[in-house]
């Protein structure tokens, strides 16, 4: 069983930055595509990056790209999501995804481990 803990939320001004992390437990930790999604209140789940197991790819939601950026370590089992330029509007619970397989995807749906999620207020 995989098992994901997301770390590194808070409250942030506006304009300021946040870097999360995300530690899974397992052995085969860089044969999964990793996502990062946030949902705010009263609304979906929504994509906000991905990376390959590699972590030569990765894909951003428009309204994140240039200002967040995805990486991880496969040496420490850990993704991380560095956010900057943080706007109100990027408050929610953010959540780390595992997808078994290379292939990288958008849609909640597609990643098969999910950790607890982790709070990001930003204030205006």
């Known amino acids: 069983q995989v098992q994901l803990v997301e770390s590194g939320g808070g409250l942030v001004q506006a304009g300021g930055s946040l870097r999360l992390s995300c530690a899974v437990s397992?052995?085969?930790?860089?044969?999964?595509?990793m996502g990062w999604f946030r949902q705010a209140p009263g609304k979906e789940r929504e994509f906000v990056s991905t990376?390959?197991?590699?972590?030569?790819?990765?894909y951003y939601a428009d309204s994140v790209k240039g200002r967040f950026t995805i990486s991880r370590d496969n040496a420490k089992n850990t993704v991380y999501l560095q956010m900057n330029s943080l706007k109100p509007e990027d408050t929610a619970v953010y959540y780390c995804?595992?997808?078994?397989?290379?292939?990288?995807?958008?849609?909640?749906?597609?990643?098969?481990?999910w950790g607890q999620g982790t709070q990001v207020t930003v204030s205006s």
């Open positions: 990376i390959s197991g590699t972590g030569i790819t990765t």
């Open positions: 995804a595992a997808r078994s397989s290379v292939n990288l995807r958008s849609r909640y749906q597609d990643y098969d481990y």
């Open positions: 397992g052995r085969t930790f860089g044969s999964y595509a």
